[in-house]
Antibody, heavy 122, light 108 residues
Framework: QVQLVESGGGVVQPGRSLRLSCVAS????????MHWVRQAPGKGLEWVAV????????YYADSVKGRFTISRDNSKNTLYLQMNSLRAEDTAVYYC???????????????WGQGTLVTVSS | EIVMTQSPATLSVSPGERATLSCRAS??????FAWYQQKPGQAPRLLIY???TRATGIPARFSGSGSGTEFTLTISSLQSEDFAVYYC??????????FGQGTKVEIK
């Protein structure tokens, strides 16, 4: 059974940094495109970033471009999100999610972690 | 950026009744379209992909239809476990991958 487990969330002051991790198991992690999606308290889903199966291609939402960096270590089955210059509006639950189709960029997200809460507050 | 607009924002339905949720894309997304279900305190769950294909383990009472810019999720006979928030998503024109704002299905 596919499992994704996020960690690294917490309370951080505006302007500071935080790194989230997502450990994958029960599938060949290195074959799949991976995403980060966030959800502010009481709000809807917002796509944040995506990385190709080999880590060579990344795309970002305009709201985080230049501040967040998505990366992966396929030897450790782990996805990362480095978040710098954090703002109050970055407060959200952050989910990692897997592309359903390992052979195409045109794919829905079929497996999600339980999420990790990031709170940006002074 | 493609904007996804869901309607209604809230749908009040009695158990056993049919529920019909709509999603409109600001431009064509072909059939590169999905529906997700999210219950309080839980991660989203993929229900439908390719506009009409049920994901693994999804009951047959869930069905999706549409293509281009207009999509529908139908729950044929609502069960207690179906009361949740439902999101649509397009994955045809990216980045960004975009979600609708959600439809809450509540007990009438």
């Amino acid at each position: 059974q596919v499992q994704l487990v996020e960690s690294g969330g917490g309370v951080v002051q505006p302007g500071r940094s935080l790194r989230l991790s997502c450990v994958a198991s029960a599938f060949t992690f290195s074959n799949y495109v991976m995403h980060w999606v966030r959800q502010a308290p009481g709000k809807g889903l917002e796509w944040v970033a995506v990385i190709s199966y080999d880590g060579n291609n990344q795309y970002y939402a305009d709201s985080v471009k230049g501040r967040f960096t998505i990366s992966r270590d396929n030897s450790k089955n782990t996805l990362y999100l480095q978040m710098n210059s954090l703002r109050a509006e970055d407060t959200a639950v952050y989910y990692c999610a897997r592309h359903r189709d390992s052979t195409s960029w045109y794919s829905s997200l079929d497996s999600w972690g339980q999420g990790t809460l990031v709170t940006v507050s002074s | 950026e493609i904007v996804m607009t869901q309607s209604p924002a809230t749908l009040s339905v009695s158990p056993g009744e049919r529920a019909t949720l709509s999603c409109r894309a600001s431009q064509s997304v072909s059939s590169n379209f999905a529906w997700y279900q999210q219950k309080p305190g839980q991660a989203p769950r993929l229900l439908i992909y390719g506009a009409s294909t049920r994901a693994t383990g999804i009951p047959a009472r869930f069905s999706g239809s549409g293509s281009g810019t207009e999509f529908t999720l139908t729950i044929s006979s609502l069960q207690s476990e179906d009361f949740a928030v439902y999101y649509c998503q397009q994955y045809n024109n990216w980045p960004p991958w975009t979600f609708g704002q959600g439809t809450k299905v509540e007990i009438k």
